[in-house]
């Protein structure tokens, strides 16, 4: 068996490479949210990453299904090898005591808390929420440019955009006040999530009804939304 690493959405995706005798090249997601992938001996290593990269939206999709399947969502108590959702993908909390500045930092799958007083959990929580506010901000405004550019014939403006954490809902719009807001929470989903409510959002400034010609306007620019708008359903969150 052969470990291997690829680049999906800007996150690392490691892989299991079993070779075996198939005609077809296969890929599994476990509950455990490990990636497994056989193909024929015959078949190159550059073929099969390709084919996981091509994957990458499925893959994330189905590693955070899983993850938030078996989520206990009061888990996290900011200690070390605590485990956080970014992006869809599972990343390992490390806690380093610094003498210098605090702060956190992502690299692979691992986010790193650097805090003077390590023994200060309340602190620690106020450090990575700040952030996770940072990481918010980037995310979603990128997000935001990104969907535009492609509505780019309504002449949508471009909103102000407001970003908190709320119980009942993913994202609100309004229009009359050309605003957004956008779940802090929406950082734990794969970006087709985000990208999702961003463009249910953006919709409204269209059609500021939920009727046949909203659902149409979201199927036309993004056909599989019903999938995405279903993964972000399973954390008990259904109202956009």
Known sequence: MEQHTVNCNGLPVSFAL????????????KPDSTVVVS?????????VK??????????????????LEKEDRSALQFREGDIIYYLGIPHKL?????????????????????????SNFALR???????????AEAVFNDA????????????????????RTMKSRWGSCSFTKRKITLNTELLKFPLPCIDYVVLHELAHFVH?????????????????????????????????
Do not use: C
């Open 208 to 240: 500021h009804k939920h009727d046949r010609a909203f659902y149409n306007f979201l199927s036309q620019f993004m056909p599989d939304y019903k999938e995405w708008q279903q993964l972000l359903k399973t954390a008990g969150i259904e109202k956009i």
């Open 144 to 163: 935001v440019e990104r969907i535009l550019a492609g509505l780019d014939r309504y002449w949508i403006e471009k909103p102000l955009i407001t970003i």
């Open 50 to 67: 390709g084919f996981v990269e091509r994957k990458g939206p499925w893959i994330l999709k189905n590693i955070s299904r899983f993850a």
């Open 18 to 29: 079993i070779r075996k005798k198939v005609k077809n090249i296969n890929l599994r997601v």
């Open 39 to 47: 193909a024929n001996r015959t078949v190159s290593i550059e073929q």
């Open 125 to 135: 929580e106020w450090i990575f929420n700040r952030w996770l506010k940072q990481q």
């Open 94 to 118: 490390t806690i380093s005591a610094v003498e210098g500045k605090e702060g956190v930092s992502r690299e692979g799958r691992t986010i790193r808390l650097s805090i003077r007083d390590n």
